[in-house]
């Protein structure tokens, strides 16, 4: 199998950055170019649930707000910690992060997706150590290409 692109979809938190060590080998051996991928959430889905919506300005600035703090983690990340990647590329995006993903696979003709089976999770160590999350499950399911899942707990 060749691979020319890596998709790393994160959620920035410690789970997620287990498949760290993984990316960062799987493209070194590949010559592999690794799109790191940040879905923040897109809270316009959420509040017609609550049958409130506040004004549409204070979810524009929501969103620029977590798209700068995405940017600062991810910018930390790649310094920090990618500094062995041939070429990496950096995306935010909102919305539903599986739909996002799946977006993200086609358009830049990624080759393989890593990701850990956990991302943030609900705090059940034991349950969630049994089954893949939700959105790793899913992407799992439905992505047209191999997705390689680090288990967080054992990486």
């Known amino acids: 199998m060749e691979v020319k692109t890596i998709l790393w979809p994160t959620d920035l938190s410690e789970n997620s950055l287990k498949a760290l060590d993984q990316v960062r080998d799987l493209a070194s051996k590949h010559g592999a170019q690794v799109i790191l991928l940040y879905v923040g959430i897109d809270l316009k889905n959420y509040f017609p649930a609550y049958g409130n919506y506040p004004n549409p300005e204070l979810y524009e600035r929501f969103e620029e707000w977590e798209q700068q703090q995405a940017r600062t983690r991810l910018d930390e990340l790649c310094a920090s910690r990618l500094g062995g990647c041939p070429r990496l590329v950096t995306r935010i995006a909102s919305g539903d992060a599986v739909e996002e993903i799946l977006k993200v696979i086609k358009e830049c003709k990624v080759d393989l997706v890593v990701m850990t089976s956990h ?37």
Do not use: F, I, M
């Not at 943030?120 to 899942?149: D, F, I, M, W």
């Open 119 to 155: 991302g943030h999770g609900h705090g059940n160590r034991q349950a969630e150590a049994l089954h893949p999350g939700h959105t790793a499950e899913r992407v799992s399911r439905l992505s047209p290409v191999p997705v390689h899942l680090v288990n967080p707990y054992k990486a």
